[in-house]
């Protein structure tokens, strides 16, 4: 009897054994969890504080480090304390003239486009000698180069003007709907740094029209708004129309009751307004339409079935000229003209090409003379 209650209790013992390391190993286990939920805690709490400390901060980021402003930086923070001058707008005949769509913040984009036309060599430096370049505004929202693309294109103006070429920028409904405060389309909206210009420390944060909006919008409303030193530097290099000999270059419309206030007229309103001196808080109905009316965009086939031709006639015998360009609406199936070749319609989407690489187009007139060029691998080497 004992030597069976002796073995029963080494059994029992063994199994009590073998259950107290089991319970160690869970509880271990269990320990091991704990730990690592506790430090992805902390990741996450350093994270939030970082991100809080952003947010609250007054200063901005700086330009990424692909970008080298040199000028173009002097020249994007000079304006926040030199009174903007208006944009000129009528400028001579030259041999060439090359018209580039809507960016809407893709730096692979308007790279491309550059490409295309032959405007810069492989160091991303000027090379169109005198040609002069109309970038048809819609430099902001839905991509996420915004500065990078402004900065760009201020260095190229810089370095064209110093051998007797030009780069000029229209504004954009896109630029204008920025400068009103409506964010809609931005990149900050979904969190993207972006909401941070890099307009060094003269952002105005404390302004009554910036402290309305969220926090992580406040540095692009202050940079923005107008009078803000982005509005400055707009109002200052982005007219709503410009004239190069014959060819007439708008964002997106141009009828004759703009035609009847003249083309001065348009140019100081979107000066006024953006640079912070004008006694409206907004733009007029007519330079909306000018800047977001479809008319122009609209499908061949649509165009011909209507009095749109007639209209761009009335328009271009008014003003004396040969052509009228506009963006705006993206052409999917390819950069194109209507009406005789008066009415070019140049927005080939570029965004959307150098997100899906595809080919790049855009419009150049030499000495007159119209044609569209193409560029099938502007983002990369032809596969093999």
């Not at 073998?18 to 990741?43: H, P, Q, T, W, Y």
């Not at 307004?273 to 061949?300: F, I, P, V």
Request: aromatic residues 8%; proline residues 4%; positive net charge.
């Amino acid at each position: 009897f004992f030597a069976s209650l002796q073995s029963r209790q080494r059994l029992l013992g063994e199994r009590l054994l073998e259950d107290i390391e089991e319970c160690m190993k869970i509880n271990c286990l269990f320990s091991r969890i704990v730990v690592l939920a506790a430090m992805a805690a902390l990741v996450v709490f350093a994270f939030v504080l970082l991100r809080l400390k952003e947010q609250t901060s007054a200063l901005v980021v700086v330009a990424p480090k692909e970008i080298h402003p040199v000028g173009a930086k002097a020249a994007l923070i000079s304006v926040q304390t030199e009174a903007p001058t208006s944009a000129p707008h009528v400028y001579p005949a030259v041999g060439r003239v090359v018209a580039i769509g809507d960016i809407h913040g893709s730096m692979k984009g308007l790279r491309g486009a550059f490409r295309a036309a032959r405007l810069m060599d492989e160091h991303e430096k000027w090379a169109g000698g005198k040609t002069v370049v109309v970038q048809m505004g819609d430099i902001l929202d839905r991509g996420r180069s915004e500065l990078e693309a402004i900065t760009f294109l201020e260095r190229m103006r810089e370095e064209a003007a110093a051998v007797g070429g030009a780069v000029h920028t229209l504004l954009g409904n896109h630029d204008a709907l920025t400068v009103s405060g409506i964010f809609t389309y931005a990149p900050n909206v979904s969190g993207f740094l972006s909401d941070r210009f890099a307009f060094g420390e003269a952002l105005d944060l404390k302004r009554d029209a910036v402290a309305r909006f969220p926090r992580r919008q406040r540095n692009r409303a202050a940079a923005f708004l107008p009078g803000g030193p982005a509005a400055k530097l707009f109002a200052s290099t982005r007219p709503a129309a410009v004239r190069v000999g014959g060819l007439v270059f708008v964002h997106a419309f141009l009828g004759m009751e703009h035609v009847d206030r003249g083309l001065d007229s348009l140019n100081n309103e979107v000066h006024a307004w953006m640079s912070g001196t004008s006694k409206s808080n907004k733009l007029s109905e007519a330079m909306w339409s000018l800047l977001q009316d479809r008319d122009y965009g609209k499908a061949a086939s649509a165009i011909r079935h209507s009095t749109i031709c007639d209209q761009v006639t009335q328009v271009l015998s008014a003003l004396k000229a040969t052509a009228l360009v506009v963006g705006h609406t993206p052409q999917w199936t390819g950069l194109n003209s209507v009406c005789n070749e008066t009415l070019w319609r140049v927005d080939a989407g570029l965004s959307v090409s150098a997100s899906l690489e595809r080919p790049v187009q855009v419009v150049e007139w030499v000495n007159g003379t119209p044609r569209i060029l193409q560029l099938d691998f502007p983002f990369g080497e032809k596969p093999q």
